[in-house]
């Protein structure tokens, strides 16, 4: 219930105090569960990268729609997918079981087949289906952060190919997708004070 509680308050701040910044803690365990989320396959097809360089997050506010989000919140996360996946990443992924669960690799054999037979798709769709997995760990922030008192606010309102090119991203094989903003609302920020408005569960939900 006090989840629900903390849902209920959060909102996608439009105005950050530029003067908070995020406890160490609080940041670590913010990015602990962005971490642990979960992701198709369990294979973490992207990297999350935490801008607080306030040099290069003006550079990301020109090319983000001047939004204020950008160089006000405490850290700005840009979640980017790995646009050249490959099975070589399947094998990274099959190592790191293998290591951590302390099995033979070998036995791993047909869950690397399958993932890898996922791959043999045309790239076009390869490349939609990396770009969603992200979307899933930006989920976990937002709880996450509900759960910490730590304000959001998710934006796609971005040219990724700019970011990408700011960020040195395109030489590591990435692709920005979407961002979050995270720190402490502003007093200034009239929408805190809103209703939060959502379909009612009659309308949102089909129960079959």
Not at 58 to 63: D, E, N, Y
Not at 104 to 112: K, R, V
């Amino acid at each position: 219930m006090a989840l629900l509680e903390q849902l209920n308050k959060r909102y996608a701040t439009k105005k950050f105090d530029a003067s908070k910044k995020i406890a160490p803690k609080d940041l670590s365990a913010l990015l602990e569960a962005v971490r642990l989320s979960a992701s198709s396959y369990g294979l973490q097809a992207y990297k999350v990268v935490v801008v607080e360089d306030a040099t290069i997050r003006k550079q990301l506010r020109a090319v983000a729609w001047d939004q204020s989000q950008i160089t006000d919140a405490s850290q700005l996360l840009v979640f980017a997918f790995e646009s050249d996946f490959d099975e070589k990443g399947v094998d990274r992924f099959v190592q790191n079981i293998a290591e951590t669960r302390k099995v033979d690799a070998s036995t791993l054999s047909g869950y690397s087949d399958m993932m890898k037979g996922t791959l043999k798709r045309p790239k076009e769709e390869i490349n939609i289906w990396l770009a969603r997995q992200p979307y899933i760990a930006l989920g976990f922030g937002l709880v996450a952060a509900a759960g910490l008192n730590i304000d959001t606010c998710p934006m796609e309102g971005f040219d990724p190919d700019q970011f990408d090119e700011i960020l040195g991203l395109k030489s590591k094989g990435l692709k920005s997708v979407v961002l979050l903003a995270v720190g402490y609302r502003s007093a200034e920020d009239d929408y805190q004070h809103l209703a939060k408005v959502r379909r009612s569960n009659e309308e949102f939900f089909i129960t079959i």
